[in-house]
C-alpha cells in the first residue's frame, strides 16, 4: 500500500522510531544472550570486567577447550541444516509413519529421537572428527574462541540434573493433559451457556486468577504433611503422604490454572459459530458428540494455544513445586536456587548459570515453533474484552 | 443448554476449583486463627556421674515433645483469636514508633516493610510497562513489514522465560564482578556494590519487572494498533491534528479498555511479586507480601513451620487483592445487569 504524502513520516521520526526498536530489541535479548555466552566459558573469563574476554574466552583457549575457524563454520553448517531439517523433514516424517489417532504420540517420540540424534551428533560425533581435521588445517585450525561444555557436563551428569528434568516433564506433561481435559469441557460449557450461573463462575474464576499462590499452599501444607493420618481412616494403611509427591502438586497446578484455562478456551469456543452446534444437534447428536465430533477438530489451534500456556505455568513454577516437593522429587526451576545459595566459587555459579541456560533452551524452541499462537493467545481475551 | 449438560460439562473443573481453591481459601482463614504446637512435657532428668563413695547426682528440668502412641510429636490446636495477626502487624512497636517521632522504624518490622516494597513496586512498573510497551507497539507498528516477524520474536523472549531465571540472568549482570557494573564502574571511576545497596536492588527489581511484562503490553497493543479505524485517523489529519494530537486524541482513546485490561492485570501479577526476591536474593533488604508467607511456610531451624502466622500473613495480603478488584468487578456486574 502506497502511503500519501500527507501520511509519510519526517526521516528524524522514522530514524528514532527505528533507534529505538533496535535499542528494546538489544535490552530484550542481552541478558539472556550474555549468559548463553558466559555459560560456555571457563568461570575466569566468564567473570571478566572485559566484554571481549567473555566473549573471545583467552583462559578458556588457554585451557586448550577452544574451536578453529573450521570448528565454527563446520558447527553452523550443521545447526543450520538441523534446524532446517526439524522443520522440513520431521513434519513429515511424523505425519507418515503415525496413524492420525495416535498424532500427539508419534510427534513426542519424533521430537525425543530428533533430539537424541541431535546430541549424539553434535557433542559424540563432531568433536572428533573436527579434532583430527583441526590437527591438519594449519592456522585455520587453531583455535580462536574459547569454549568448554565441561559447565554442563558437571550439571547434568555429575550434579544429576536430568532427574529434575524428569521431574519437569513429569509436571509440566501432567498439568497441560489434565488442564486442557478438563478445561475443554468446561470452556464449552461456559461458551454455550448464557445463564446467571455461568457468569457466576466466571466471576468467581476471575477472583481465584487474582489470588497469591503462597496463600492457596497456606491451605495446602498442613494438609498434604499430615495427609496420611486425615486419609487412614477411609483407605486404611494405603493412605498415601502427599507431601513430596508429583501427582498431588500436578493436581494443585492445574487448579491454580483452571480459571485462567477456562476463561481463555472459552474466549476460543465462542469464535466458533452456533450454527455448528446447531446442525450437529440436528442431525441427532447429543451436546456431548456434538462437542467431541463436531467442535474438538476445529478448536484445535485455540487448546494449542492454551496448552502452551498452561506448559509455561508447570515449567515456570517455582513457589508451589518448592513448597510442596521435597528434594528428591525437586523440579528444575526451583533446584537451581539450590545452585546459586550455596554459590561460593565461581566455578558454582558458572555451573548455575548453565543450569539456567538448560531450563531456558526448551522455552527458546517454544517461541520459535509456537510464535503466532503465543500472541494469538495473548491477545484472544484481551482485544475482544 | 439445559442445567444438567451444562453441570456435566463444568463439573469436573468446579469440582477441582472448589477442593483446590476454594476450601484451602477457607482452611487459610480458618488457620489463621489458630495455632498448632507440639505437646511440651516438663520433666526432671537425674545424671549421675561415679565418685568415691557417693555418687554425684544432678538433676535438671528439661523439656520435650510428647510422643503418642506412634511415636509422633503429639499436637494440640488451639484457637488464639487475633494473636497470629497481632504478632505480624506489631502494633505496639508502630504506635511506639509514631509517638517516638520516627516512623522510618516502622519498616523494621517485616510486615510493614514487605507491603511499603509491594505497594512502591507495584505502583512505580505500573506507568512503565503501559509506557514501555505503547512504544514498542508504536515501534514495530511503524518498522518496515518484513523485520516484524523478528522484532516480535526477540521481544517475546522476556516474556516466556522463567521469572526466577530472568530475574537471575539479570543479577549476573549486576550483581559482584558483572559486565555492566564494570561499564558502570570504568564509566563514573567508582566502586560499585551493587548487591549491598537496597535501593538498586530495588530498582533492579523494578528493572526486570517492566522488562518481563512489556512485551505483554506490547503484543497487545500492538493487535489493538491493527483495529485503529483508518477514516477517523483521516479526518483527524484534514482537521489539521499533528501526529502528537493523532496518538492522544484518537489512538489513545481507541486503545484506552485495552490500557485499562493491562493495567488490571498487571495489578493482580506485580502485587504478588516474589521470584524477584528470589533471584536477587533481596530477602535482606527487599522482600514482597508473597515472600512473607513464602517464608513463614518455610520450615525453621528446628523443622516447624508457622503456618498459623502465614495464615494471618495471607488473609492480610488477600485485602489488597479484594481492594484492587473491587472496582473492575463492579463494572462488570453493572455491565451484567445492564444487559440481563
Not at chain 1, 534446524?83 to 500427539?104: I, N
Request: hydrophobic share 55%.
Amino acid at each position: 500500500m502506497a502511503t500519501s504524502r500527507a501520511l509519510r513520516q519526517p526521516a528524524s521520526l522514522r530514524i528514532g522510531s527505528a533507534a529505538f526498536l533496535t535499542f528494546w530489541c538489544l535490552l530484550a535479548a542481552f541478558p539472556l544472550f550474555w549468559i548463553l555466552v558466559m555459560s560456555f566459558k571457563s568461570p575466569v573469563d566468564a567473570f571478566d570486567a572485559s566484554a571481549l574476554a567473555v566473549i573471545f574466552g583467552p583462559r578458556t583457549i588457554a585451557e586448550g577447550k577452544g574451536l578453529s575457524v573450521i570448528d565454527i563454520a563446520v558447527g553452523l553448517v550443521f545447526l543450520y541444516f538441523a534446524v532446517r531439517l526439524a522443520f522440513t523433514r520431521l513434519p513429515g516424517l511424523v505425519w507418515a509413519l503415525t496413524p492420525p489417532e495416535l498424532a500427539v504420540l508419534g510427534w513426542l517420540i519424533g521430537c525425543l529421537a530428533y533430539a537424541a540424534v541431535f546430541v549424539v551428533l553434535l557433542f559424540g560425533v563432531l568433536p572428533p572428527v573436527l579434532g583430527i581435521i583441526d590437527s591438519v588445517a594449519g592456522p585455520l585450525g587453531q583455535p580462536v574462541l574459547g569454549m568448554t561444555t565441561e559447565h554442563y557436563r558437571a550439571v547434568w551428569v555429575e550434579n544429576g540434573f536430568y532427574r529434575n528434568f524428569i521431574n519437569s516433564m513429569i509436571v509440566t506433561g501432567g498439568v497441560v493433559t489434565i488442564s486442557l481435559t478438563v478445561g475443554t469441557l468446561a470452556g464449552y460449557g461456559l461458551a454455550r451457556s448464557g445463564s446467571n450461573l455461568a457468569f457466576w463462575l466466571l466471576i468467581a474464576a476471575l477472583i481465584f486468577r487474582a489470588l497469591p499462590h503462597s496463600v492457596l499452599v497456606a491451605g495446602y501444607l498442613p494438609v498434604f504433611i499430615n495427609s496420611a493420618e486425615i486419609l487412614r481412616p477411609i483407605l486404611g494403611d494405603a493412605a498415601p503422604t502427599l507431601y513430596g509427591q508429583p501427582l498431588a502438586v500436578i493436581m494443585v497446578l492445574v487448579a491454580i490454572n483452571q480459571p485462567f484455562t477456562i476463561w481463555m478456551l472459552r474466549s476460543f469456543f465462542q469464535s466458533i459459530p452456533m450454527e455448528l452446534d446447531e446442525a450437529a444437534r440436528v442431525d441427532g447428536c447429543t451436546h456431548f458428540q456434538a462437542f467431541r465430533r463436531v467442535i474438538m477438530p476445529v478448536m484445535w489451534p485455540g487448546v494449542i494455544t492454551t496448552g502452551l500456556f498452561s506448559f509455561l505455568l508447570g515449567y515456570n513454577d517455582f513457589l508451589v513445586t518448592s513448597l510442596l516437593l521435597d528434594s528428591q522429587n525437586q523440579t528444575m526451576v526451583p533446584a537451581i536456587a539450590g545452585y546459586f545459595n550455596r554459590e561460593t566459587t565461581t566455578t558454582d555459579q558458572v555451573e548455575a548459570i548453565a543450569a539456567a541456560v538448560s531450563i531456558t533452551a526448551p522455552l527458546f524452541l517454544l517461541v520459535m515453533v509456537f510464535q503466532r499462537q503465543i500472541v494469538s493467545g495473548l491477545t484472544a481475551g484481551a482485544v475482544k474484552g | 443448554m439445559k442445567f444438567r449438560t451444562f453441570a456435566a460439562f463444568v463439573g469436573p473443573s468446579v469440582f477441582m476449583m472448589v477442593v483446590f481453591i476454594a476450601l484451602p481459601l477457607i482452611s487459610v482463614f480458618v488457620q489463621s486463627f489458630q495455632v498448632t504446637q507440639p505437646v511440651i512435657e516438663r520433666i526432671e532428668v537425674e545424671t549421675c556421674s561415679a565418685g568415691f563413695l557417693e555418687q554425684t547426682c544432678t538433676t535438671r528440668v528439661t523439656t520435650r515433645p510428647l510422643l503418642d502412641e506412634n511415636g509422633q510429636p503429639q499436637t494440640t490446636t488451639e484457637w488464639v483469636g487475633l494473636e497470629s495477626y497481632a504478632n505480624l502487624l506489631q502494633l505496639d512497636r508502630v504506635r511506639n514508633a509514631i509517638a517516638a517521632g520516627v516512623p522510618e522504624r516502622i519498616l523494621q518490622i517485616d510486615f510493614w516493610q514487605a507491603l511499603r516494597f509491594t505497594l512502591t513496586f507495584t505502583l512505580l512498573t505500573l506507568p512503565l510497562v503501559v509506557g514501555l510497551g505503547l512504544a514498542i507497539a508504536l515501534a514495530v507498528n511503524n518498522a518496515a513489514r518484513s523485520i516484524r516477524g523478528q522484532v516480535i520474536f526477540v521481544s517475546l523472549l522476556p516474556f516466556i522465560i522463567t521469572p526466577v531465571i530472568g530475574a537471575l540472568s539479570i543479577r549476573w549482570l549486576f550483581y559482584g564482578d558483572g559486565i555492566v557494573t564494570s561499564w558502570l564502574e570504568a564509566l563514573m571511576g567508582t566502586d560499585i556494590s551493587v548487591a549491598a545497596n537496597g535501593w538498586a536492588i530495588e530498582a533492579l527489581m523494578m528493572f526486570y519487572r517492566v522488562w518481563h511484562v512489556a512485551p505483554f503490553a506490547f503484543v497487545i497493543f500492538y493487535a489493538g494498533l491493527q483495529t485503529v479505524n483508518q477514516d477517523t485517523l483521516e479526518s483527524a489529519i484534514i482537521d489539521g491534528a499533528n501526529r502528537w494530537e493523532r496518538l492522544k486524541f484518537v489512538i489513545v482513546p481507541h486503545l484506552m479498555p485495552l490500557i485499562v485490561f493491562i493495567a488490571l492485570i498487571h495489578l493482580m501479577d506485580a502485587y504478588r511479586a516474589f521470584e524477584e526476591v528470589v533471584g536477587f536474593s533481596s530477602q535482606a533488604q527487599r522482600i514482597t507480601l508473597q515472600w512473607l508467607t513464602y517464608d513463614l511456610l518455610q520450615p525453621d531451624d528446628a523443622g516447624n513451620r508457622s503456618i498459623s502466622r502465614a495464615s494471618a500473613s495471607a488473609m492480610l495480603t488477600m485485602i489488597g487483592i479484594v481492594i484492587i478488584l473491587l472496582p473492575p468487578l463492579r463494572r462488570t456486574w453493572r455491565d451484567h445487569k445492564g444487559v440481563s
